[in-house]
């Protein structure tokens, strides 16, 4: 059974270093899923792997000179039945400018139809983050400059019309249940205790609230929210992190964000949750 689990976001947001550490969980085996076969070429993954090894997060998949896309056939359970992930390299970038046109490619829309599951990656203090002005507070300061950089479509727009895309596209389950999504909020490690508690999808409610909306609204799709860590800390600013990532490797390092059955958010060190989760591998 193939089925095609795509990645969104826009730059920075966190998706090409996930593929390269997700892929060593799903050789290890030990979370929900695991590789039943080899891949027949992974030196995407490994190149993502040796840039995380060295202590470093990997350069943006947009400043790659070809698209790499990652195939690994899965199973929940040892003999059990496998399915084919499929996971197109598609950068930041292209996702970014179907936003802003409101136009898809062909081959993009064709990888989007195949797909009946995704995850969609929004990244905490990304770089590459777009905010609206505040009309209201700017209006003076518009009067004496006359204009302002304009830098592009807000991000939080970016996100809803990313889900458009996936509410009229996906295709349905093989159980016939509608798609499922899981948005993934990357870099979570670096928010304080009190943001960890209240969890992603408050944090997405203050920081993106008309993402926020469209996550209650969506009936198409089926949604469940993660918070990322696929290190356990900063390898730009934490210099212990980043000295024992080279020490030490990345064995127990990385985790995600899921709330228990008491609504309480704790960290699992499963980072294949999200992809089986939206594989319909786990409940």
Same mark, same amino acid.
């Given at each position: 059974?193939?089925?095609?689990?795509?990645?969104?976001?826009?730059?920075? %947001?966190? !998706?090409?270093?996930?593929?390269?550490?997700?892929?060593?969980?799903?050789?290890?085996?030990?979370?929900?899923?695991?590789?039943?076969?080899?891949?027949?070429?992974?030196?995407?993954?490994?190149?993502?792997? =040796?840039?995380?090894?060295?202590?470093?997060?990997?350069?943006?998949?947009?400043?790659?000179?070809?698209?790499?896309?990652?195939?690994?056939?899965?199973?929940?359970?040892? $003999?059990?039945?496998? &399915?084919?992930?499929?996971?197109?390299?598609?950068?930041?970038?292209?996702?970014?400018?179907?936003?802003?046109?409101?136009?898809?490619?062909?081959?993009?829309?064709?990888?989007?139809?195949?797909?009946?599951?995704?995850?969609?990656?929004?990244?905490?203090?990304?770089?590459?983050?777009?905010?609206?002005?505040?009309?209201? &507070?700017?209006? !003076?300061?518009?009067?004496?400059?006359?204009?302002?950089?304009?830098?592009?479509?807000?991000?939080?727009?970016?996100?809803?019309?990313?889900?458009?895309?996936?509410?009229?596209?996906?295709?349905?389950?093989?159980?016939? @249940?509608?798609?499922?999504? %899981?948005?993934?909020?990357?870099?979570?490690?670096?928010?304080? @205790?009190?943001?960890?508690?209240? $969890?992603?999808?408050?944090?997405?409610?203050?920081?993106?609230?008309?993402?926020?909306?469209?996550? =209650?609204?969506?009936?198409?799709?089926?949604?469940?929210?993660?918070?990322?860590?696929?290190?356990?800390?900063?390898?730009?600013?934490?210099?212990?992190?980043?000295?024992?990532?080279?020490?030490?490797?990345?064995?127990?390092?990385?985790?995600?964000?899921? @709330?228990?059955?008491?609504?309480?958010? @704790?960290?699992?060190?499963?980072?294949?949750?999200?992809?089986?989760?939206?594989?319909?591998?786990?409940?």
């Amino acid at each position: 059974m193939s089925r095609s689990i795509l990645l969104l976001g826009g730059p920075d %947001s966190g !998706k090409t270093n996930y593929v390269g550490r997700v892929w060593p969980a799903l050789d290890a085996g030990g979370g929900c899923l695991h590789a039943a076969v080899q891949p027949e070429d992974i030196r995407f993954v490994l190149d993502v792997a =040796d840039h995380l090894y060295s202590g470093n997060f990997a350069p943006r998949s947009e400043h790659a000179d070809e698209r790499r896309d990652f195939e690994v056939v899965v199973a929940a359970e040892k $003999g059990g039945e496998q &399915t084919t992930i499929v996971i197109p390299d598609i950068s930041g970038e292209l996702w970014l400018n179907a936003a802003v046109y409101g136009e898809v490619p062909t081959t993009l829309m064709e990888e989007m139809r195949s797909a009946n599951g995704a995850l969609l990656f929004v990244r905490v203090n990304s770089e590459a983050d777009v905010r609206p002005l505040d009309w209201v &507070t700017s209006k !003076k300061l518009l009067a004496k400059l006359g204009n302002v950089d304009d830098k592009g479509l807000p991000t939080q727009v970016m996100l809803c019309e990313l889900l458009r895309f996936l509410e009229t596209s996906l295709s349905e389950r093989p159980d016939g @249940q509608p798609p499922r999504v %899981s948005i993934v909020v990357s870099a979570w490690d670096i928010v304080d @205790q009190k943001k960890f508690a209240m $969890g992603p999808k408050a944090w997405l409610e203050r920081e993106y609230p008309l993402v926020a909306g469209r996550l =209650d609204d969506s009936e198409a799709i089926d949604l469940r929210v993660f918070g990322l860590s696929v290190v356990g800390g900063d390898l730009k600013a934490d210099e212990t992190c980043r000295n024992d990532v080279q020490e030490n490797g990345l064995d127990g390092r990385g985790w995600v964000a899921i @709330q228990d059955d008491e609504g309480v958010w @704790q960290r699992d060190p499963d980072l294949t949750l999200p992809i089986a989760w939206a594989a319909g591998s786990s409940s």
